[in-house]
Antibody, heavy 114, light 113 residues
């Protein structure tokens, strides 16, 4: 059974960089797309972007200048970095498998506050 | 960006009755080369992470009850719950994965009448 688990700090200060990791179990991270999505409190879902196992990426243009994704095949993990965060980046962050989001992690809440 | 518009925003249906949620895209999400619609339906129950119910517009994911069905092609899609159960209370989202950035509908909140 495939499982994804997000991890990272729950509190980030404004202007700093948010860093999250998604650990994949039950599946190899190779030869697949891995996606990040976020959901601000009480709002809908926003696609942040994806990374292929080869390292190629696609980001939402609304965040592109601040986003970086990476993959570590040796640890079966992929990561998200979002720089220069503001309160508007406060959200639950999810990782998911594939472009069609076939499997989701439970999500991790990130609050941006001083 | 492809804009996904769901209707209605909220819906109240009696137990055992049919629920229908619509999703419209402002561009076709049908890929002519493989005749596949790059459209998914996602369920988010209160306090839970989202879960994919249907991919490719009409393919039910493993373990999803057969009362859930998806239909449509091109720009117009429908999620139907044939006989509403109490555990189906949730927000339902459509998502297109045809054109980047991939986008979601605003969500439809389904409640029991």
């Amino acid at each position: 059974q495939v499982q994804l688990q997000e991890s990272g700090p729950g509190l980030v200060k404004p202007s700093e960089t948010l860093s999250l990791t998604c650990t994949v179990s039950g599946d190899s991270i190779s030869s697949n797309y891995w996606t990040w999505i976020r959901q601000p409190p009480g709002k809908g879902l926003e696609w942040i972007g994806y990374i292929y196992s080869s390292g190629s990426t696609s980001y939402n243009p609304s965040l592109k200048s601040r986003v970086a994704m990476s993959v570590d095949t040796s640890k079966n993990q992929f990561s998200l970095k979002l720089s220069s965060v503001t309160a508007a980046d406060t959200a639950v962050y999810y990782c998911a498998r594939n472009t069609y989001l076939g499997v989701w992690g439970k999500g991790t809440t990130v609050t941006v506050s001083s | 960006d492809v804009v996904m518009t769901q209707s209605p925003d909220s819906l109240a249906v009696s137990l055992g009755e049919r629920a229908t949620i619509n999703c419209k895209s402002n561009e076709s999400v049908l890929y002519s080369s493989n005749n596949r619609n790059y459209l998914g339906w996602i369920q988010q129950k209160p306090g839970q992470p989202p879960k994919l119910l249907i991919s490719w517009a009409s393919t039910r994911e493993s373990g999803v009850p057969d009362r859930f069905s998806g239909s449509g092609s091109g720009t117009d899609f429908t999620l139907t719950i044939s006989s509403l159960q109490a555990e189906d209370v949730a927000i339902y989202y459509c998502q297109q994965y045809y054109s980047r950035p991939y986008t979601f509908g605003q969500g439809t909140k389904l409640e029991i009448k």
